[in-house]
Each structure stands twice: as C-alpha cells, then as structure tokens.
C-alpha cells in the first residue's frame, strides 16, 4: 500500500520492454533504460528524507519553475539510485538553485556544460563512491546514478530537453553524468570542503558548471614547479580562456609530488592564478576577445549589478579592472579567473599516473560561480546532524 | 504482470500576464534600452536609440545593462527603469 497522494499521472504497461520503449517513445529518458519509477519506488526514496510528495525542494530563480519532491524523486529512480543517494541529488539541485550559480543559463546555453559534482565528506563511503581508479569513467553505481539523475531531472523537471531549452552545441559525456568523489586520504591538503568553511565530517557536495575535462598528461617530471606550471598553461589554452572560475583535478601522483615539495594549497592556487594568462593581443589575434567585449561591463551602475550577481566586492573590482584593461587596448597579461580563489582543487583518480585534468567554466564571462553545500543526514554512530 | 509508472515530467506552470499599456506615440518620450549583456547588444542597441531620436522623435534614451542574458535583470536595474522610462527596449546582439 503506497502511503502517498502523487499528483503525478499514473501509466501501466503490460512488460519491461514495452515499458521502455513507451519511455524512448515520450523522450522521457537520456538515451538509455531507466528503472521503472513504481509508486512504490519513488515512496521508499521520499521516505529516505521524510518529504512529502508536493514539497518544493528548491526554484530555478530565472524561470521561477518549483521542483517537487515526488518529481525529482521519480527521475532518481529511473536514473537507478538507491534511496539513500536521494539527499545527494536533492542537495545538489538545491546547490544549482542559488542564484550566483546560475541554474538557467548552464542548463540551456550553447556552452553545453554540465553539473559537475565533487561529494566530500563520510557519506562518500557510506555510498561506496569512486574516488579512485577511472574516476571520471563508468564502473561505479553511486557516481553513475548519482550524476544521472540530476540530468533526467533537468531535462523531465526542469525542461533542458536538447533541442528544445538545452541548446548545446556539442554537449559532452559529462551531461550523462559527471559526478565524484574526492580523495580526501590522498590529498596532502585539507580536503575541498573543509576549505570551504564546513567541519571535516560533514558530508557535503561542491557543483561547478563545467565543460569537458583536458586532460593534464605529465609523466617525466617529478618537480612541483613544473607540474604546475604545465597545469597552469592548460588552463590558459586559448579555445578554453574565459574570466570565468576554473575545477582542477589533480591525480594523487601529481598531488603527493607537490604536496612533498612543501606546497600549501593557498600557494598552488597563487602559482596557477599567476601563470595561467594569456595576453590580450593574442586573445584580440585569436578573436576571443572582440573590441566590444567589455562594453557593457564599463557601463555605470555595473559594479552593483556584480555584487546581485554574487561577487565579493574585491571580485567586482578585479572584474571591473579587467575590464578597463581591455578597453584600453594596450597589451597586457590576462589571468583565467580573477583570483586565485577562483580555481577549485581536488584530487581524485587513481594511485598509479600521471593524469590530472583541468575543467573550464561554461560560458565566455564569469556569471556562474561554483557552490557548496551540506547535505543533511544523520550520523548513525553518534546520531549527530551534521 | 502490470508494471504501473509515474509520470515523470514537470509540467510547465503557466502564467497569464497583461500587456504595458501602448504608447499614444514616441515622440517626446524617454525610453530605456536595456543590454542583456551579450557581446554587441550594447552597440545595436545605441543604434536603435539614435534612431529612435532621430525618426521617431523620442526625447532621451537611459541605456542600462545586465549582467548576463540567462540570468534576471536586478530588481534595482528595472526599478530604476520603470520610474523614469516611458518604454524599455531590451534584446539579443549576440
């Protein structure tokens, strides 16, 4: 007996293949089979978080457009989640809902970025998440699903179907799923959500609208500085440069020479920052940036419009600064971001390699910034909520 | 055996809205012209208002811009739109 009223219309069909098939029929799903969102199924997956059907989980501020709990518990079953994967999808939505993310528009645009989501935190073992070997490969039910369901659910929920809202013009594998682990035991550093302010045991998912990841092959070198500095001009390649905020993923390998050398964090990410640049007359030569890219940011009243937008005061002056440089037109060096504070480091992937990966920001400005968040659980050892 | 499914699709809500009031005319009028932010919106829309000036008779223009086309328009931005232009013309020169 299914304890919940859903308002959702209810279809039946007569076996599993047909029931697919009418699933491909109704554009309802990624391209692959889903699991059959039963009642039943979709009531174990709300009784995992004590919502009711009708809750509003979180708005997509630009179009205003509520998602329910029943809606995006019904995407998580045919993405194949366990229910006690839910939280991590309601959270990460909820994440994509703050306004500086810019839900909307990295859903929709041509840019064709996905979420992608680092999970921090015990939960990552509670769901026997990767955080090692083909980290941002298939093989691993939590990261497969998990990443999955938050791509039916723009597309069934929020309306990001291609070609219809989602205009990408390529797209790329991550919009299937790109959702990981950090490695925290692997990172010499505080992992990724401590830095963000939160205690090292909660459990918590950071979201950065990204495009596919270049990968960061180094091999030869055993030397922190020129690791770096490889990373860093990756991360200035010109097809890729933007103002915007930039994801790293550094392989333990990479990370533990490093981390040996002495580095901090805080100095990797200057050290990126400051050799990750391209000069403005190579961006003008390549047409990245045309003579009218920074009108409109030297307009009166634009640094407010920064600070709605989510900016730091010091962020808004550093954007209004590129700006004035710009528009003066002498040459002049060009950083990927506009502080260090904009790159997102985590390390992940598997022990033995030299792999890191770089991921650039959707879009050619810097109007979605990434975001993290708790996901609420309870501690079944001390039955404390983080 | 029966397999029974829940819909998973979020209707869209729908909304009805009224329509501005239209303009006896232009002449005389100040009109906003709002940048969505786009690369050459700025520029077309500077076009649009000269125009406007010179064949249409329109008083002044108040130009303003947004951040980025996919996200809202700050409420301070269509305030002060809304409190001293007679019409705003916003638009796309991507």
Known sequence: ?386 | MTIRFLNPVQPAEVVAAQMAPRLAGLSGTTVGLLSNGKANATRLLAMIGEELGTTYGVEGVIEDVKLSASSNCPAAILDGLRGRCDAVITGNGD
Request: hydrophobic fraction near 40%; charged fraction near 20%; proline fraction near 6%.
């Open chain 1, 1 to 386: 007996m299914v304890p919940y009223q859903f308002a959702s219309d209810i279809g039946e069909a007569d076996d599993p293949i047909a029931l697919q098939e009418y699933f491909f029929e109704q554009d309802w799903t990624d391209g692959l089979p889903i699991v059959p969102p039963t009642p039943e199924r979709v009531g174990a997956f709300l009784d995992e978080m004590g919502l009711q059907p009708n809750d509003v989980l979180c708005v997509i501020p630009t179009r205003n457009r509520a998602l329910t709990a029943e809606k995006v518990a019904i995407n998580t079953v045919m993405a194949g989640c366990r229910p006690d994967y839910f939280p991590v999808v309601v959270t990460i939505l909820q994440a994509m809902a703050e306004p500086a993310y810019n839900f909307h528009g990295s859903i929709t645009s041509t840019g064709g970025a996905a979420p992608f989501v680092v999970v921090n935190g015990p939960i990552r073992d509670q769901l026997q998440m990767n955080s090692g070997v083909n980290v941002l490969g298939p093989g691993n039910r939590a990261n497969a699903t998990i990443g999955r369901a938050i791509r039916l659910v723009l597309m069934n929920v929020a309306g990001a179907r291609p070609g219809v809202l989602d205009k990408s013009t390529l797209g790329h594998a991550g919009k299937y799923s790109y959702c990981i682990a950090e490695a925290e035991a692997a990172n010499p550093w505080e992992p990724l959500h401590v830095e963000r302010g939160f205690n090292r045991m909660a459990s918590t998912v950071t979201v950065f609208a990204g495009e596919a990841p270049h990968g960061i092959q180094n091999h030869d070198s055993g030397e922190a500085e020129e690791l770096l500095y490889c990373m860093a001009r990756e991360m200035a390649s010109i097809g890729a440069f933007t103002f915007g905020q930039s994801a790293l993923i550094l392989a333990p390998e990479h990370a533990a020479i490093i981390g040996q050398s002495g580095w901090s964090k805080a100095e990797v990410k200057a050290f990126l920052f400051e050799h990750a640049t391209q000069s403005l007359s190579d961006l003008r030569r390549t047409g990245k940036i045309s003579e009218s890219f920074a009108e409109p940011l030297i307009k009166p009243g634009m640094r407010d419009t920064l600070r709605e937008a989510g900016y730091s005061d010091a962020d808004a002056d550093r954007y209004l600064a590129v700006a004035r440089n710009i528009s003066s037109g002498e040459d002049c060096l060009l950083h990927r971001g506009l502080s260090a504070d904009d790159i997102l480091i985590v390390v992940a992937g598997g022990a033995a390699g030299g792999h890191s990966a770089f991921i650039p920001s959707w879009s050619r400005a810097r109007i979605s910034l990434f975001q993290t968040k708790a996901i609420e659980q309870t501690c079944t050892l001390c039955e404390v909520a983080f």
